[in-house]
């Protein structure tokens, strides 16, 4: 009965790691493009946090389970500095507009933009760094 219980305890264990590590790895949802025009409109005191990515870019694909981790944390974070994530996909063509306006030429590239204004811009893959970015908004 014992073996059992254990046996079961184990199966509930690795199961939850493959679900987290499931959500944790998932593709990028992109953010509509009406959603990203119109949060950028509002010149909100808000932090808002752009992730630009390309679908085939390996450095984008590298840095996806870090991006969906602190996009979960910012979403259940209750504080209001936390601020807005979006993902803006550099293929689409309705996106041209704000790729434009902030001049990106590389993915991944971050922003963090406060008031209408670009406070922090990250381009790379640095773990350390898009923490700073995605969670604090101070990356250097």
């Known amino acids: 009965m014992t073996l059992i219980a254990g046996s079961v305890i184990v199966m509930g264990f690795l199961t ?6 499931r959500a944790e790895n998932k593709a990028y949802v992109e953010s509509s493009p009406i959603t990203i025009q119109r949060t950028l409109s509002r010149k909100t005191s808000r932090r808002i946090v752009l992730l630009f990515y390309r679908p085939g870019c390996r450095y984008c694909q590298q840095i996806k389970r ?75």
């Open 66 to 140: 870090q991006v969906n981790r602190n996009e979960a944390q910012v979403k259940s974070s209750r504080q209001k500095e936390t601020g807005v994530f979006l993902k803006v996909r550099t293929t689409n063509p309705a996106n041209t507009r704000v790729l434009d306006r902030y001049q990106v030429e590389s993915t991944p590239t971050f922003m963090v933009i406060k008031k209408g204004q670009v406070l922090k811009q990250y381009s790379g893959t640095n773990p350390a760094k898009i923490d700073q970015l995605m969670l604090r908004g101070d990356a250097k």
């Open 16 to 21: 939850g790691i493959l679900v987290r590590n």
